[in-house]
C-alpha cells in the first residue's frame, strides 16, 4: 500500500512547490471547497494535525479523495504549472490523511445535541456520507441504508490497488464513530415513503447509477457486466483472451485489472478514437504498462459462443459528414478465442426521480456519473436543503 502515498521526500519537495497564491484558484477549484492553499501552509509548517483537521472540515473523505481525485479540480487549477508542473495536491491531501489516521493526532468531533429529527439516507457512497455527516454536524439523528454487505457504494467498483478496501471501511467507521451514524448494511429499500412511515423525518436518495447501459445486439448476455467484474474481478480471472468493450474509465479499470490477474492478451474495443476516450494522462498510462490493445473506430455487432470461446463480431466505424458516428459497410468480421467479454459501457439511474416535500435526492442518481469529490458535494448540498426545510 505504500506506493499509494508520497515517501517522505516527495511529500516535502510537493509542498515547496506552493507559492502561497492569494487568491487560492485551488479552492474555488475544488467541489467541497477543500482548501490546498491553507492545509499546505500548515504542513509546512509542521502542524499536520491542523493540516488533516482543514481538510476534514471540508472534506469527511479526505483520505479516500485524495487516492483517487483527478487532476481536472485542483491540479488543474494550480498556478505552478505556468513554472513547471502543478502541485500534486490530491496526493499531498492523501499523506496529510493518511499520517493523521495512523497516528491518531486528529481531534474527535464534537456533536451537538439532538434536534429530535432523525433523517434516513439511502446510499453509503460519497454521496450518502456527504450528507450524513453534514446532516449530523447540526444535530439530526441519521440512518444510512446500504443494499449491499459493506459500504462504499460505488466505490468498491475502483480496483483495490488504487482504493484498498481497508480505506473506505476505515475513514466510514470513523465517521459514524465521530458522528453518531447508524448504518444498516443488507438493507433494500424499494419504496422510501415506508421510511417516512417508520418515523423518519425525511429522506435522501443517493443510490448512485445501478443500471449499466446495453448495447442491445445479439448475444449481449454472453457477457459479463463490468460492475459484476469490478465486484469480483477474481471469479471471472483467466490467463488467455479478454474482451472489454467501452472507451471510458470503467473499461479502462476492467482492463487493467484483467492483464493484471495474468490474461494472455486484453482488448479494448472502442467505438469512436483515441482522442475521443474520456479518460485521463493517468488512466492512459496505466492502459500502457498493463499492455492493453486499444482497437478504436470499432463497434460490436455482435457476440457468440462456440463451446468454451467466445467470439466476438465487429465492424469499423467513421464520422459522416454531419460528424455523426456510422458503420463502415463490408468491414464486419469475427474475431473468436476469447474466454470473457466485458460490457463497460457505464450506467444510468435505476429509478425515476419523485422529489417530493420530505424525499430528496443526491449524487450521481440525481446529476449522473461524476466523481467521488463531486458527489460528496452533492451529498452535502441536498443536506443543505434539509436542514434549510427545518429551519423555517
Known amino acids: 500500500m505504500s506506493e499509494l502515498y508520497l515517501n517522505k521526500a516527495q511529500f516535502l519537495a510537493e509542498l515547496e512547490k506552493c507559492l502561497q497564491c492569494k487568491s487560492?484558484?485551488?479552492?474555488?477549484?475544488?467541489?467541497?471547497?477543500?482548501?490546498?492553499?491553507?492545509?499546505?501552509?500548515?504542513?509546512?509548517?509542521?502542524?499536520?494535525?491542523?493540516?488533516?483537521?482543514?481538510?476534514?472540515?471540508?472534506?469527511?473523505?479526505?483520505?479516500?479523495c485524495g487516492l483517487i481525485?483527478?487532476?481536472?479540480?485542483?491540479?488543474?487549477?494550480?498556478l505552478r504549472k505556468h513554472i513547471d508542473a502543478p502541485i500534486r495536491i490530491p496526493a499531498v491531501q492523501a499523506e496529510i490523511m493518511r499520517s493523521a489516521r495512523e497516528n491518531k493526532v486528529m481531534?474527535?468531533?464534537?456533536?451537538?445535541?439532538?434536534?429530535?429529527?432523525r433523517i434516513a439516507v439511502v446510499g453509503s457512497?460519497?454521496?450518502?456520507?456527504?450528507?450524513?455527516?453534514?446532516?449530523?454536524?447540526v444535530g439530526f439523528g441519521v440512518t444510512i441504508f446500504e443494499k449491499e454487505s459493506?459500504?462504499?457504494?460505488?466505490?468498491n467498483l475502483i480496483p483495490a490497488e488504487r482504493l484498498p478496501r481497508k480505506i473506505i471501511a476505515e475513514e466510514w467507521q470513523k465517521l459514524c464513530d465521530n458522528y453518531g451514524l447508524e448504518i444498516k448494511l443488507n438493507a433494500q429499500i424499494d419504496n422510501y415513503e415506508t421510511l417516512l412511515q417508520k418515523g423518519f423525518a425525511a429522506v435522501i436518495a443517493a443510490t448512485g447509477e445501478?443500471?449499466?447501459?446495453?448495447?442491445?445486439i445479439d448475444g449481449e448476455n454472453l457477457a459479463v457486466d463490468y460492475q459484476q467484474y469490478l465486484q469480483n474481478p477474481q471469479k471471472y480471472q483467466s490467463e488467455g483472451n479478454i474482451a472489454v468493450v467501452g472507451g471510458g474509465a470503467a473499461a479502462v479499470d476492467c482492463a487493467v485489472t484483467a492483464a493484471r490477474q495474468g490474461a494472455k492478451h486484453t482488448e479494448m474495443f472502442v467505438r469512436r478514437g483515441l482522442s475521443h476516450m474520456r479518460i485521463t494522462e493517468k488512466e492512459r498510462k496505466s492502459l500502457l504498462e498493463a499492455q492493453v490493445d486499444i482497437t478504436t473506430m470499432t463497434r460490436v455487432?455482435?457476440?457468440e459462443k462456440n463451446g468454451n470461446d467466445l467470439t466476438v463480431y465487429t465492424c469499423k466505424t467513421r464520422f459522416n459528414a454531419e460528424n455523426k458516428l456510422e458503420d463502415i459497410p463490408q468491414t464486419e468480421v469475427a474475431r473468436?478465442?476469447?474466454?470473457?467479454?466485458?460490457?463497460?459501457l457505464g450506467s444510468t439511474r435505476g429509478e425515476e426521480i419523485r422529489e417530493s416535500e420530505k424525499i430528496f435526492y443526491a449524487g450521481d442518481v440525481l446529476n449522473g456519473s461524476s466523481t467521488a469529490v463531486e458527489a460528496l458535494a452533492s451529498g452535502q448540498q441536498t443536506a443543505a436543503k434539509v436542514v434549510a426545510m427545518f429551519a423555517v
Open 69 to 78: 481525485c483527478p487532476d481536472k479540480f485542483c491540479v488543474c487549477a494550480c
Open 125 to 137: 457512497g460519497p454521496a450518502g456520507m456527504g450528507a450524513a455527516v453534514k446532516l449530523a454536524q
Open 107 to 117: 481531534t474527535d468531533a464534537q456533536n451537538p445535541e439532538f434536534n429530535g429529527k
Open 150 to 155: 459493506v459500504v462504499g457504494g460505488a466505490l
Open 301 to 303: 455487432t455482435k457476440i
Open 210 to 216: 445501478q443500471k449499466s447501459r446495453a448495447l442491445g
Open 24 to 64: 487560492k484558484p485551488c479552492t474555488a477549484a475544488c467541489p467541497v471547497k477543500c482548501s490546498p492553499h491553507d492545509f499546505i501552509k500548515a504542513a509546512k509548517e509542521g502542524d499536520m494535525k491542523a493540516a488533516a483537521e482543514i481538510i476534514a472540515r471540508q472534506n469527511p473523505l479526505g483520505e479516500v
Open 336 to 344: 473468436s478465442g476469447f474466454d470473457y467479454i466485458i460490457l463497460a
